[in-house]
């Protein structure tokens, strides 16, 4: 009986010890990284040091609710539809359980791939998005799932957001109130600030401080004229840069 107790005393030593550390382990490992419980909150620091964008992924229907306000209440309107697949894309994951995961797993890819059909917007869950996204117009939209976006922002139809070369991993990560124009580019690991506006076709490779400009390609940076109207000098530029 003494060496059954004991026994027991190890055993379950083992079981209370060690279950909630893989526990906690496998559910890190199923949850993608800017859905983790320990840094999702607001003005929390990811494992790399920057800031995340406001995420709200444990509430779609919140999330939702805000979606179709940003899209003025018009159910015809392609980017609520994108939007609508990538909440229910990244909600999903708050389920815990894989195997009650599974069937939203499912619709989500399937919905995922019919979107892309019918809008020609390529949105994973696995990019990051903030709060009151807008796209304008629809067609060959593609974003990067390593992309991250603060909120207010918006872009239009032919903009590509993503990694500047095969292999290599890294892609923007944009502040608040970005706009993009159409069929502009915007590659690799690079910052854009907030209050950022991106001229139509312009290819955008190095980073881009707050209240800027970008144009041509690539992209020539200016500062955005002052309240007074007047062109700020552009040295300040390079001292941002």
């Not at 708050?94 to 989500?108: D, G, H, N």
């Amino acid at each position: 009986m003494a060496q059954r107790r004991g026994w027991r005393r190890r055993s379950s030593g083992f079981g209370i010890g060690r279950a909630p550390v893989r526990m906690e382990l496998e559910r890190k490992r199923q949850i993608p990284r800017h859905f983790n419980d320990s840094w999702i909150k607001l003005g929390k620091k990811q494992p790399g040091g920057e800031s995340h964008p406001r995420v709200r992924g444990e509430n779609m229907f919140e999330n939702l609710q805000e979606d179709w306000d940003t899209y003025e209440h018009d159910i015809t309107r392609q980017g609520l539809w994108v939007m609508a697949v990538y909440r229910l894309g990244c909600w999903r994951y708050r389920i815990r359980p894989r195997l009650l995961r599974l069937p939203f797993s499912f619709s989500y890819r399937a919905l995922k791939v019919l979107s892309q059909i019918m809008t020609g917007i390529e949105l994973p869950c696995e990019a990051a998005v903030g709060r009151r996204f807008r796209i304008d117009h629809f067609g060959g939209i593609i974003i990067s799932g390593d992309a991250r976006f603060g909120d207010d922002c918006v872009i239009r139809n032919g903009v590509t957001i993503g990694l500047r070369r095969e292999g290599q991993r890294g892609s923007p990560t944009l502040g608040d109130r970005v706009d993009i124009g159409t069929g502009a580019v915007i590659l690799g690991p690079i910052k854009i600030g907030n209050d950022v506006s991106v001229g139509a076709n312009a290819v955008v490779l190095t980073d881009v401080p707050d209240n800027c400009i970008a144009v041509g390609v690539p992209a020539q940076i200016k500062l955005k004229k002052d309240a007074n109207r007047r062109e700020v000098p552009l040295d300040l530029i390079q001292k941002e840069l």
